[in-house]
């Protein structure tokens, strides 16, 4: 499996907070509270532990599995628990797998998050990846999303220049270092309502650029 991400670990915070400050880490958190009844909880694409350390720190009791292709990325996230959470690391199952690929159990999550990780795929990836994602969630269960909007989803002109601007940055620098296989920013929510899910809470940022949002798979039968 190629480590696409493994030579960004290092840098990748830093790059982050120089181009966004703390923009992503309050998207990212910002919806934390509609998790706290999980006690099973699938992050994919976790990145380098940040993300992972906010949660395991806010829900005591969950048990978090954590799947992402990049040893690189895993390797980080591993030592930042044991590092700030060490009491934390026996509540976290580590899989270095590839997203598109893994089998997932069925109906066993209570929760699942995925932060600036759709955004890594194309439309035809998108559809199966998301339909995967969602059997594996409990009925009634939540799914997390922190990610870019699409530009031509924002109100102003003004969004929607200053977003095209930088996506178009971002992914030209992601495809050149990671091998990203999208090309630009596919919105995730055509997947998700199709999968069965319906949105519960969104929180926007930076004018709509960036957001938070909370999606609850439906019981069978329920409208
Ligand atoms: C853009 S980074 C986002 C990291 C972090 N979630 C964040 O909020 O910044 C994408 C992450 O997804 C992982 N990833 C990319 N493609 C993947 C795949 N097919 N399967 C599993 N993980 C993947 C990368 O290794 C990386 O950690």
Redesign the pocket.
Same mark, same amino acid.
């Given at each position: 499996m190629a480590d =696409?991400?493994?030579r960004l670990a290092y840098a990748?915070e830093g790059l982050?907070r120089t181009v966004f400050g703390d923009l +992503?880490t309050r998207a990212?958190n910002a919806c934390l509270c509609a998790l706290e009844e999980a006690d099973t909880i699938l992050i994919?694409?976790? =990145?380098?532990g940040r993300?992972l350390l906010s949660l395991l720190a806010r829900l005591p009791r969950a048990h978090v599995t954590v +799947?992402?292709?990049?040893t690189g990325?895993l390797g980080r996230a591993q030592k930042r628990v044991q590092a700030r959470l060490p009491d934390a690391e026996a509540r976290v199952s580590w899989w270095h797998?590839?997203?598109?690929t893994a089998p997932l159990p069925s109906a066993h999550y209570d929760a699942v998050a995925t932060?600036?990780?759709l955004?890594?795929f194309p439309e035809e990836m998108l559809g199966p990846l998301t339909a995967k994602i969602s059997r594996s969630l409990k009925p009634g269960g939540r799914w997390l999303v922190?990610d870019f909007a699409a530009p031509h989803t924002l109100p102003t002109r003004r969004a929607r220049l200053y977003s095209r601007t930088l996506v178009a940055l971002m992914y030209t620098f992601?495809r050149a270092q990671t091998a990203l296989p999208a090309k630009t920013l596919v919105p995730p929510e055509p997947f998700l309502r199709a999968c069965g899910l319906e949105p519960v809470r969104r929180e926007s940022f930076r004018g709509g650029f960036v957001y938070a949002q909370v999606w609850r798979k439906a019981f069978e039968g329920e409208s």
């Open positions: =696409g991400f493994g990748y982050e +992503l990212r994919l694409g976790e =990145g380098d993300f +799947l992402d292709s990049s990325m797998r590839d997203a598109l932060a600036f990780f955004d890594v922190a992601f």
